[in-house]
């Protein structure tokens, strides 16, 4: 799992939760994940948003956790696009490309 001081991973903010999950008794099944934890926020880029429902579309499937990494990994997996902000950005500016007469090219 990550630093404990470190709760924000791929635009997923855990908060207290992110702390919490190494302390859960694994294998963890996912109705007791839920019916102990289903209230955490978890926060994204564009707000927050209850673990019982970002957790929802496995509401139907006998899932276990072995760890928290494997929960982790599964949270992250769920909330897809929601986490990345602002789509196509980068900071990374534009790469320029110097020519045999040293002339600048993008």
Known sequence: MTDAD??????????SFGDRMDSFDYPLDHETLLD??????????????RLDELLAPLQDEEQTYQDADELETMIL????????GRENYSDR???TVTDGDGEQSL
């Open 93 to 95: 500016g534009t790469s």
């Open 77 to 84: 997996n769920l909330v897809g696009d929601d986490a990345i």
């Open 6 to 15: 470190d709760t924000r991973q791929h635009g997923v903010e855990f908060g």
């Open 36 to 49: 102990e934890h289903g209230d955490a926020e978890i926060g994204l880029p564009d707000g927050e948003t």
